[in-house]
């Protein structure tokens, strides 16, 4: 186990969460940028541009497979050390994909790129559980769930951008001076800490979740992508769900196991591991669904259907600044329950779409939506640990971390699949939706946000309250 991190200042405190949450923005958004460059990267290779699914599938197997071990590496050399190799590893990935003249070597370095944002994300989120004060926790996490809301949203606009103006390599040319200067901000910011009795890896529980969650992946790749028989598709997930059960069996089995499920036991975390979870998915299918819906079937150029798309981080922006102030005032489970509500509300609005609705009634209805999905990611992410007490945090936060990196990557494929399943039991061709496809996509995603909140609404009315610092009304 690490020996605890010096508690900083209030304001040393902020300032090295604004710097992880800036690593996790960096990660997240050369993910989300990298699809539109695509068709550009494929000609200056020489190949076809769906063969340049390889470079995005190895970076999430990369990954999938090495996350599981980042706690434990953490604890065997210090967070800061090992936030700071991430940040230098995915830095100079960044570089070797810049410069890489054919897909096998963009896909090695790729390879890397994963490997450091696989420790980055984790250990980042870790430093900061273990220099906050509960009272402060709010905050903080809210400021790491605000990359995941806005990446996801500027990054295919940001990504035509660059390919229209400038070529490919600036997508990651540009990573180079931020990871510089976030490196050396990590230097002289991030406590210095003495790694003391870590435990010995758990080899077992190491290969038994690096393959659930690479069988896993893969298995969802190539049901979203289309690639693939059926067969392969449905195999793999099938082959990370055992190994995934096996992983459970082993790790409440092992006397030292690679990551503890005590957490589990507690309300506030589990809550956004089961209905969380399915939330994320399902919200994440927005920045999908949309700009596919408004240029395939309503006939909008790239252009203005990225403008559109922009309202939903506009209502990300506003939401913030009164996130912390609502969830004081009415505590996580009106607000989890009330606003997830909200959510699928909005999110089923999107199927009233058609090509006579008029752009400032989609902009209003994404500003809403994207108001709501702040709130309830914000809620979500900040109520995780909670109740966690600290000798568990490091195990809660790799679980955390290995749900929220699988989760991230799920909602175009869950968009994907809910485009493809509708096709096939109405009977036509998959591969090219029409308005009654997006429809049902919608309306099925707002369903499952539905379902997902019967954990919340199962919540103690004061849960969380170490962290929102909203007191119930007595009952008289």
Not at 31 to 52: C, E, N, Y
Not at 322 to 331: D, E, K, P
């Amino acid at each position: 186990m690490t020996a605890s991190l010096p508690t900083p200042s209030g304001r040393h405190s902020r300032a090295v969460t604004y710097l992880v949450a800036g690593a996790f923005f960096m990660e997240l958004l050369d993910g989300t940028v990298i699809a539109t460059a695509m068709p550009q990267m494929a000609r200056s290779f020489g190949v076809a541009p769906v063969d340049m699914n390889i470079g995005m599938t190895a970076y999430l197997l990369a990954l999938a497979v090495f996350i599981p071990i980042s706690g434990w590496v953490a604890d065997r050399l210090g967070p800061r050390t090992v936030f700071g190799g991430a940040i230098a590893l995915f830095t100079l990935s960044s570089l070797l994909c810049a410069l890489s003249p054919d897909l096998w070597s963009f896909t090695a370095a790729r390879i890397l790129q994963g490997l450091g944002g696989a420790a980055m994300v984790p250990v980042g989120r870790l430093i900061i559980l273990r220099i906050t004060e509960k009272k402060d926790l709010m905050r903080a996490l809210g400021t790491t769930v605000w990359p995941g809301l806005v990446a996801p949203v500027l990054g295919p606009p940001l990504g035509g951008l660059i390919v229209t103006y400038a070529s490919w390599p600036w997508i990651f040319l540009l990573n180079l001076p931020l990871g510089l200067l976030a490196l050396a901000l990590t230097v002289a910011w991030v406590p210095k800490e003495r790694p003391a009795d870590a435990r010995p890896l758990d080899l077992a529980g190491f290969l038994l979740s690096g393959g659930a969650l690479v069988a896993l992946v893969y298995g969802l790749d190539t049901l979203g992508q289309g690639a693939g028989s059926l067969g392969q598709a449905l195999a793999g997930v099938a082959l990370g769900v055992i190994l995934a059960a096996l992983t459970v069996r082993h790790c409440r089995r092992h006397p030292a196991p690679l990551f503890k499920l005590d957490a589990l036991r507690l309300p506030t975390y589990a809550l956004t591991v089961w209905g969380g979870s399915v939330q994320r998915v399902a919200i994440g299918t927005v920045p999908f669904l949309t700009p596919l819906l408004f240029q395939t079937v309503l006939g909008m150029d790239a252009v203005t259907a990225g403008s559109l798309v922009l309202w939903i981080f506009a209502g990300n922006l506003l939401m913030k600044l009164a996130t912390n102030q609502v969830l004081r005032r009415f505590g996580f489970r009106r607000v989890l329950v009330i606003n997830g509500v909200l959510v699928a509300l909005s999110l089923s609005a999107c199927a009233l779409f058609t090509t006579d609705t008029p752009k400032a009634v989609i902009a209003a209805v994404l500003f809403v939506g994207g108001a709501f999905r702040s709130m309830q990611f914000t809620s979500l992410g900040t109520i995780q640990f909670a109740d966690v007490p600290q000798a568990e945090v490091s195990a809660a936060n790799t679980l955390a971390a290995m749900l929220g990196q699988l989760t991230s990557g799920l909602g175009v494929v869950a968009g994907a699949l809910a485009l493809n399943l509708g096709a096939f039991l109405r009977g036509h061709a998959q591969g090219n939706p029409d308005l009654t496809d997006f429809r049902n996509a919608f309306l099925v995603m707002g369903a499952l946000i539905l379902v997902s909140l019967l954990d919340a609404w199962r919540l103690a009315p004061d849960a969380g309250q170490s962290v929102s610092g909203h007191a119930p009304a007595l009952k008289t």
